[in-house]
């Protein structure tokens, strides 16, 4: 049984965990995957506390994962990759993909499902932000697409498509898709 030590305080690491885990529970009230405001930090700050806080803290953390790539920043997809092959349970833990291309000007967002799906299998809501996504021609964008076969919520922000038809393709080829 593990115990978490705090000055004048002493509790059960599992009444600890369930108190994160009220913390981090997803928000009914605004029918989203998203935490409320806050939420993050006091997760962030739960895993710095102490160190029998810090795996549940993280845990919860990993469960919605970010980044930004561009054509100014073309390392940062790799090193993403590279972190997520390092942290083996990261690739079934997290729920929540939310990319941000930040560039306008360059088409980056195509290269996502050729890696992605293999590396986080178990995304349900995949979230795409200030990009271009211009499918290549052929077939192997919309079957890699595929792969993300729990995808069930899909969110565009500020994204840019060469035509009707690409987003049209690009949301059938999601299998479990019921919220766009």
């Not at 965990?17 to 930090?41: H, L, R, S």
């Not at 980044?67 to 833990?93: R, V």
């Not at 000007?105 to 795409?128: A, D, F, G, K």
Request: one cysteine or more; glycine letters at 4%; hydrophobic letters at 45%.
């Amino acid at each position: 049984l593990g115990i978490c030590r705090c000055k004048h305080l002493t509790l059960p690491t599992e009444i600890c965990e369930q108190i994160i885990d009220y913390v981090a529970e997803k928000n009914p009230i605004y029918d989203t995957i998203m935490w409320a405001n806050g939420v993050m930090d006091t997760l962030k700050a739960c895993a710095l506390t102490c160190q029998a806080w810090t795996h549940r803290s993280q845990w919860h953390l990993f469960r919605f994962l970010g980044i930004t790539f561009s054509s100014k920043s073309p390392k940062s997809l790799g090193n993403f990759y590279k972190l997520i092959n390092a942290q083996e349970y990261m690739k079934t833990k997290t729920e929540a993909l939310f990319v941000n291309a930040g560039d306008v000007t360059i088409s980056t967002m195509h290269t996502l499902p050729v890696c992605l799906p293999y590396l986080l299998s178990r995304i349900e809501h995949l979230q795409l932000a200030h990009g271009i996504l211009y499918p290549p021609h052929g077939a192997f964008f919309f079957v890699s697409m595929k792969q993300f076969k729990y995808v069930t919520a899909l969110s565009l922000y500020e994204v840019i498509f060469h035509s009707v038809h690409d987003l049209r393709c690009i949301i059938c080829a999601l299998p479990a898709l019921q919220k766009l």
